[in-house]
């Protein structure tokens, strides 16, 4: 009876831990769908901000510092966006093997390279703690909702660095958020910003504009307040990609470990019910043997 005792405790711990996974499914999904809301707002205003890049620079030639490729590549800035959490599936693996991937990249295309980081999350921080690779600067306490993290002051802070020379070129760590089911964690350069290619992805946005578009006090001032703003605007938009991709793995996580806890169930239901069985027959087996002793 000791294994219908012990089957009998697993099976209320595993009853428990389904109601938990659960409940944090159900959780994630809420999470989740407002925001996926933010991505689709933030991408609108990333286009948009594109878009009028593209108009400024139709036929025009305006320089700006953040657009300046330096002749030779010595010094590489990362900023990594990850999460503060687990129990999100691979999402945290995934991010971590796109850095180290990123490192053996530069280190390629860039021999002797110093490539220093800037995390952002409590996994990607202790990541790099982990393996005892240095980092500038790490931003561990954030909130739940991107829009409290301090991206105006981090970004406004590596814009300074660049313009001075601190390091030639910036990448951009983080998990494209496709849908529910699909994240794929990314690495993309943001500084220098490549003006053909900031330009190109916002064509069909510009060429859907018709008329003559007048900015205010003039072109040179606009192209010099849009170029920062787009920088900013990527930024954010990869910390809601990222949130989004967090929540749709933990979901998914969760739901997986779920349908695992009631595949368990119900085999120590199975097991525990075929235990009673024996008991009662070994039982019933003893009383007859004990009544025909009697005759």
């Given at each position: 009876m000791a294994g219908l005792k012990e089957i009998r405790r697993r099976l209320k711990s595993v009853n428990n831990t389904k109601k938990i996974t659960s409940a944090m499914k159900l959780?994630?999904?809420?999470?989740?769908?407002?925001?996926?809301?933010?991505?689709?707002?933030?991408?609108?205003?990333?286009?948009?901000l594109k878009g009028v890049l593209a108009q400024l620079q139709g036929g025009s030639e305006f320089?700006?510092?953040?657009?300046?490729?330096?002749?030779?590549?010595?010094r590489v800035r990362i900023l990594v966006l990850g999460a503060s959490r687990g129990l999100c599936g691979a999402f945290n693996t995934n991010?971590?093997?796109?850095?180290e991937s990123l490192y053996r990249e530069l280190g390629e295309k860039y021999p002797g390279c110093e490539v220093s980081s800037v995390p952002f999350g409590k996994k990607p921080a202790e990541y790099f703690r982990r393996i005892g690779r240095?980092?500038?600067?790490?931003?561990?306490?954030?909130?739940?909702?991107?829009?409290?993290?301090p991206i105006q002051d981090i970004c406004q802070k590596l814009e300074i660095e660049f313009i001075k020379g601190e390091f030639d070129e910036l990448y951009l760590v983080?998990?494209?958020?496709r849908s529910a089911i699909s994240q794929t964690a990314v690495a993309e350069k943001l500084l220098p910003l490549d003006r053909e290619a900031v330009a190109g992805s916002a064509a069909s946005l510009s060429a859907a504009t018709s008329g003559v578009t007048l900015f205010e006090p003039n072109p040179q001032r606009v192209?010099?307040?849009?170029?920062?703003?787009?920088?900013?605007?990527?930024?954010?938009?990869?910390?809601?990609?990222?949130?989004?991709?967090?929540h749709a793995s933990r979901m998914t996580a969760m739901d997986n470990a779920t349908k695992n806890a009631k595949e368990l169930i119900h085999s120590l239901t199975l097991k525990r019910n075929k235990l009673r069985q024996s008991g009662i027959t070994s039982q019933l087996l003893d009383i007859v043997g004990g009544a025909e002793a009697l005759k």
């Open positions: 959780v994630s999904a809420a999470k989740l769908r407002k925001t996926q809301e933010a991505v689709v707002r933030s991408r609108a205003y990333t286009d948009s320089s700006h510092p953040l657009l300046e490729a330096k002749q030779s590549v010595k991010v971590n093997r796109r850095i240095q980092y500038l600067e790490a931003v561990e306490n954030i909130a739940d909702d991107p829009n409290a993290w983080y998990t494209r958020f192209f010099d307040a849009v170029v920062p703003r787009i920088v900013r605007a990527t930024v954010r938009q990869a910390a809601f990609d990222t949130k989004a991709s967090e």
